[in-house]
């Protein structure tokens, strides 16, 4: 029997370009060395995304579908693909084209070579200067401060091996930042590039607050680095007011008391203050972090899907 291959798509609203992008995998895949099975996770859109996917899943069996009960963002709808998809790989993409569907076929090769995550690396042909820029910058920055290596340009799309899978799911935690989480499991890797690609239809759910604050998740859901800063800083700054300190013990001892000091003490309490904020800022972070982690939501519903569950023993 041959191989099945899971391909997860995330959908939000992509109403415009689903029945495409479905007809685009499904000529990819017919005919090749492995059978496959589409798993397409509707995101709570608000448009007839969830119409076009029970007409597509009419049409054949190979293409699945999850709807959940509202927005639960990408992340959410990702994890819930990895976890319902029964491929002995799975090659997670846009639902947009933005990411080539004839790439599996590369994919596929490099996984029968061995390898258990082939990551498709995008170019940034096309892309505003500015992002770039930004985009150099954030990854020199998340990368000094984080102990997994995140890669420009390589994303979501890539194929995971079963055992690779099998690791992502293991990782429990809600708030989940998965270009961290794939670098973190490791195993055999192996990138492929390709060009950059123009989004086939609708829009970007991008803006700049959420990538924003994306980049800010990165960079605290991997480590304790920014609080290790915060002493860093304040041990430097408490270094320097016992210097001064001292300073002043012995311009009193050798001068006597000499007046204003006004700038000084207004330059100590400001940045003081500053630091002091900053490191709670930080510190906050981590403990609506915890908080989050310790209610144990789930990370999804699903409020309706063709996928037959399975019976717990598996
Ligand atoms: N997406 C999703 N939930 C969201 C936002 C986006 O499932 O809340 C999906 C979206 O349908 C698309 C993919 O994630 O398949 C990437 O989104 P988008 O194309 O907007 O991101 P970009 O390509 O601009 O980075
Ligand atoms: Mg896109």
Redesign the pocket.
């Known amino acids: 029997m041959r191989e099945l291959l899971s391909v997860i798509?995330?959908?939000?609203?992509?109403g415009a370009v689903i029945e495409r992008t479905a007809k685009a995998i499904v000529d990819t895949c017919t005919g090749r060395a492995f059978d496959f099975e589409i798993i397409f996770?509707n995101?709570g859109s608000k448009d007839d995304t969830l119409a076009f996917l029970k007409k597509l899943a009419g049409r054949s069996e190979k293409i699945k579908y999850i709807s959940f009960s509202r927005?639960f963002?990408?992340e959410a709808?990702m994890l819930s693909g990895l976890e319902h998809c029964k491929g002995s790989c799975a090659v997670i993409m846009?639902?947009?084209l933005?990411h080539p569907p004839e790439l599996i076929v590369q994919m596929y090769e490099k996984y029968q070579e061995g390898y258990d995550q082939v990551i498709a690396k995008r170019n940034r042909k096309g892309d505003s200067r500015l992002s770039i820029v930004f985009a150099k910058l954030y990854y020199k920055l998340a990368n000094k401060l984080v102990n997994v290596e995140m890669v420009d340009g390589a994303g979501d799309f890539r194929l995971l091996s079963r055992r690779t899978i099998h690791a992502l799911l293991e990782l429990k935690e809600n708030n989940r930042f998965s270009k961290g989480l794939f670098s973190w499991v490791g195993f055999n890797q192996i990138y492929i590039e390709y060009e950059n690609q123009e989004?086939a239809g609708g829009n970007?759910?991008?803006s700049f607050k959420s990538l924003l604050s994306y980049g800010v998740d990165g960079i605290l859901s991997f480590n304790n680095q920014p609080l290790r800063i915060c002493i860093y800083l304040g041990g430097i700054f408490m270094g320097i007011s016992i210097l001064y300190l001292l300073y002043l013990l012995i311009e009193i001892l050798l001068h006597g008391i000499d007046a204003p000091g006004y700038f000084t003490t207004i330059l100590l309490i400001t940045t003081l203050g500053g630091i002091q904020l900053f490191s709670i800022g930080v510190i906050g972070e981590y403990i609506g972090r915890i908080y989050f982690e310790v209610k144990k939501r789930p990370v999804y519903l699903i409020q309706e899907t063709n996928i037959k569950e399975e019976s717990e023993s598996e």
Request: hydrophobic share 25%.
């Open positions: 798509v995330p959908c939000y609203n992509e996770v995101d927005n963002g990408k709808a846009d639902a947009d933005q989004r970007s759910k991008w």
